[in-house]
């Protein structure tokens, strides 16, 4: 088993769609979590962590299932700009300090 | 100007070769971090550093060193470079906090190996 999977999709959404992305994790013991973004052949950049109760960033919310490990990114109303692949990135191991698993990314695509 | 800087931003090298890939970074981070992503395969960590004496290797350290020449220069060379050494290379920065932080990514190096 994979240590972070994600389903690759693509997700072909129209604008204004609400979509969800899952990722789960294998470790139980993982301390933090994150979602990325990646535009095409661009640097990952970090859209928001993810904390236990759940966060909400504008149309972005994150929720986090510590009994299930996954972990889950909504964006409501999406935008042709939502377009680009959202990486689930975890600390796997706490004793690792920094070190970031990333899982391989779901690609969202938005058409007009 | 960006934070985190890579150089070259693409280079086509053949079998063989040594090649060093650069990165600097003007955020006064103490940890440095340098991954390959193919596709498929996400990101993966070659190398990391926590301060300018300290290297720890990553998953895939194997055909790679790496080189902390002051807190804000972190180096990776490819000794003899082959093939399936072609990806796309990040590197990337974070600061200590305690606790896992947000990790800064430079623009990627697009390496090929003919």
């Known amino acids: 088993r994979k240590e972070v999977e994600q389903d690759p999709g693509p997700f072909n959404v129209p604008e204004g769609a609400t979509v969800a992305f899952n990722c789960t994790y294998s470790?139980?013991?993982?301390?933090?979590f994150f979602w990325y973004r990646q535009d095409c052949r661009k640097e990952p950049k970090l859209l928001m962590s993810?904390?236990?109760s759940g966060n909400e960033d504008g149309r972005f919310t994150a929720q986090l299932n510590r009994a299930s490990q996954y972990i889950s990114l909504l964006i409501r109303d999406s935008k042709l700009s939502d377009s680009a692949t959202y990486l689930c990135?975890?600390?796997?191991?706490?004793?690792?300090?920094?070190?970031?698993?990333f899982g391989t990314g779901t690609r969202l695509a938005v058409r007009p | 100007d960006a934070d985190v800087t890579q150089t070259p931003r693409n280079r086509i090298t053949k079998t063989g070769k040594r090649i060093m890939l650069e990165c600097s970074q003007t955020?006064?981070?103490?940890?440095m971090y340098w991954y390959r992503q193919d596709p498929g395969l996400g990101l993966r960590l070659i190398y990391y550093?926590?301060?300018?004496?300290?290297?720890n290797k990553g998953e895939i350290s194997d055909g790679y060193s790496v080189s902390r020449q002051a807190q804000a220069k972190f180096s990776l060379s490819l000794e003899s470079a082959i093939p399936n050494q072609t990806a796309l290379y990040f590197c990337?920065?974070?600061?200590?906090?305690?606790?896992?932080?947000?990790?800064?990514f430079g623009p990627g190096t697009r390496l090929t190996v003919t």
């Open positions: 990337a920065t974070s600061a200590y906090r305690g606790r896992p932080s947000k990790q800064y």
């Open positions: 470790n139980s013991a993982s301390q933090s």
């Open positions: 993810v904390y236990s």
């Open positions: 990135v975890v600390n796997i191991d706490a004793s690792s300090g920094d070190k970031l698993t």
């Open positions: 955020k006064g981070h103490d940890r």
């Open positions: 550093s926590f301060d300018v004496k300290d290297i």
